[in-house]
Structures are given as structure tokens and as C-alpha cells.
């Protein structure tokens, strides 16, 4: 089945040790998303690339930053993680090309637990 | 800024309907979604509304009125697996052609026997 698969699902990792989270898709989507979770909270987008075009949040911390090595592929990395970047990672994808009625799609996510 | 509000917190009893609303004032409007999320998991895709008017799907129907920016999502004959949080989620113009989504805190939904 097509699909959005995020790698891997729990994350540990110590406070300022670099981490990446991984994402692939089958559905052959132009734009992917990724989002930040909190507890009780709205997912908050981050940052979201249309084919190699990226676009930042204005107020995502420049400790994230992402890569789009190729349509499939996305990877969050965020270089030194504080204890409030504890959260869940989202990945999404839409068609885009001004498909205005493509809902998103979503993996898994990832569970990040900094310690 | 972009501003997305739904009650926190719902219950309903099984068989029953609800209704649960969304209010949003954004700069720009390019549809609304509805979303499910059940704990731990990822959100997943419910209903779509572009112009006013109701879409039914089933179980569910969404409702959208531009003017008033207001949408509601409708859930009959309700089951105990519809205990979820429901969100609400307004796409802006983007960037050439994203179309992001910009979501409201959700609304946490119990069903009770």
C-alpha cells in the first residue's frame, strides 16, 4: 500500500546530542511537511518543501533544520535538542500543484524522548 | 496571526450525536479539514469543505460557513472507537502551490456506554 512511513517510531536521545528523524513516502507527492506535536496540543508546522523548494516557519528554532535528498526522502534533524523539544514528530505529504482539496497524509510519527 | 478555536473537551454517549465546533480567523482561506487522531497516532484524514454547505460521508458530516468563519463536524450513530481527538484545520494560500495546513488544538471526544 502507498504510504507515509516514519523511522523510528520512539526516539531517545540525550539533551544536545544530535538526533534525525526519518520519513518515506510512496505516493509520489510533491510537498512534504513536517510538524511538531505537544502533549494536548496542535501539531505546529515546523518547515515544508514543494519538490526541492523549502520553506521555513518564521518561529522554528534554528536548531531544526530538514533535507530532501529526493522525492521519497525526508529528514528532520535537530542538532541539539533541549529537554522541551520533547515531542512528536509528524511527517506529511500532499499532492500540492494547487490541488487545493489534497488533505494531507501522515506517517506515524516519531516519538522523541529527550533525556 | 492565525487563530483556530475548538472546545477542549467533549462527551457523548454511545449511539448518540455530536456536534463539535470550529471558529477560524486566518489570513486567507483556501479549505477546511477535519481530521481524526486517536492517542499516540497519527492524525488521519475525515472531511474536506471548500465552499458553505454540508458534506456528508457516512457517519460524519462537515459543515462550512465562509462568512462567519465556522465549521462543525457532525457525528451520528456514535461508537465507542469515536473516542479520538477531532481537529480542525484551515489551508492557507502558500507558497506557490503547498497549500499548508494550519491546525486548532483539537478537541478531545469521549464516548461513554
Known amino acids: 500500500d502507498a504510504m507515509v512511513i516514519q523511522n523510528p517510531r520512539y526516539q531517545v536521545t540525550q539533551f544536545g546530542k544530535p538526533v534525525t528523524l526519518s520519513c518515506s513516502q510512496t505516493l509520489n507527492h510533491n510537498v512534504m511537511y513536517w510538524y511538531q506535536q505537544k502533549s494536548s496540543q496542535a501539531p505546529k508546522l515546523l518547515f515544508h518543501y514543494y519538490d526541492k523548494d523549502f520553506n521555513n516557519e518564521a518561529d522554528t528554532p534554528d536548531n531544526f533544520q530538514s533535507r530532501r535528498p529526493n522525492t ?4 528532520l534533524d535537530i542538532r541539539s535538542p533541549g529537554l522541551g523539544d520533547a515531542a512528536m514528530y509528524l511527517c506529511a505529504t500532499s499532492r500540492g500543484g494547487g ?3 489534497s ?7 516519531t516519538r522523541l524522548t529527550v533525556t | 496571526g492565525q487563530n483556530i478555536d475548538q472546545p477542549t473537551e467533549m462527551t457523548a454517549t454511545e449511539g448518540a450525536i455530536v ?10 482561506f483556501n479549505g ?20 458553505d454547505g454540508l458534506e456528508e ?20 450513530e456514535l461508537q465507542m472507537k469515536d473516542s479520538a481527538s477531532y481537529l480542525c484545520a484551515v489551508r492557507l494560500h502558500g507558497s506557490g502551490n503547498t497549500g499548508k495546513l ?3 488544538q483539537g478537541t478531545t471526544l469521549q464516548v461513554k456506554p
Open chain 1, 72 to 75: 521519497s526522502f525526508c529528514f
Open chain 2, 32 to 51: 477546511l479539514f477535519w481530521y481524526q487522531q486517536h492517542a499516540g497516532e497519527a492524525p488521519t484524514f475525515l472531511s474536506y469543505n471548500v465552499l
Open chain 2, 19 to 28: 456536534q463539535i465546533n470550529c471558529t477560524y480567523q486566518t489570513s486567507g
Open chain 1, 103 to 109: 488533505p494531507l497524509h501522515f506517517g506515524n510519527g
Open chain 1, 99 to 101: 490541488d487545493r482539496n
Open chain 2, 102 to 104: 494550519i491546525f486548532g
Open chain 2, 57 to 76: 460521508k457516512g457517519r460524519f458530516s462537515s459543515f462550512l460557513s465562509r462568512s462567519k468563519g465556522y465549521s462543525y463536524l457532525l457525528l451520528k
